[in-house]
């Protein structure tokens, strides 16, 4: 099966949606209880760094940046957020859409990718790491989810261009 990697467009959000509420389930991978309407999701997306891997017409993956500030001092420094499709775990597939969306954000001078992984998801955490991210540190209980105080590593990958 050949994965191809795109930009994520409007038509892609139902299966986008459905592989964000598997991610949401698994109870590991998001504070978020719910996906959101694609009006919200996609204004709450960098247009220029949002992509798909596909093959044979099924998305089996998104990765996007958000901008964690609206001050213009922070306009380099941007949240990641990446899920793949249960059924195509541990294929490749996250660490296709990382490459690109390292790529693609280096281009548009972008210098900061950092990235809220909970310490359970371990696949998480290695494709970060792969991809150059460091550990900032540990943000202990830092909010509920189902009753249970949860933690959050923080990541972060600086650029290898100069700003």
């Known amino acids: 099966m050949e994965i191809g990697i795109r930009a994520l467009e409007a038509r892609d959000w139902p299966q986008v949606r459905a592989i964000y509420l598997s991610g949401i389930a698994t109870g590991n991978a998001t504070f978020q209880t719910e996906a959101p309407q694609w009006a919200d999701w996609d204004s709450g997306h960098l247009a ?3 992509f798909v891997a596909e093959a044979e017409g099924r998305v089996l ?18 949240e990641v957020s990446v899920y793949v ?12 859409l990382m490459s690109h969306l390292v790529r693609a954000s280096e281009e548009l001078g972008i210098w900061t990718l950092q990235a809220g992984i909970f310490p359970e998801n371990a696949a998480s955490l290695a494709l970060h790491r792969t991809h150059g ?20 590593m923080l990541l972060e990958r600086r650029s ?4």
């Open 48 to 50: 220029d760094c949002r």
């Open 61 to 78: 993956g998104w990765i996007a940046l958000s901008a964690v500030s609206s001050r213009p001092v922070y306009r380099g420094v941007t």
């Open 85 to 96: 499709d249960t059924e195509h775990a541990g294929r490749g597939v996250g660490r296709r």
């Open 133 to 152: 991210f460091r550990e900032v540190g540990c943000r202990e209980k830092l909010g509920l989810l189902d009753g249970r105080w949860r933690d959050v």
């Open 160 to 163: 290898l261009q100069p700003a």
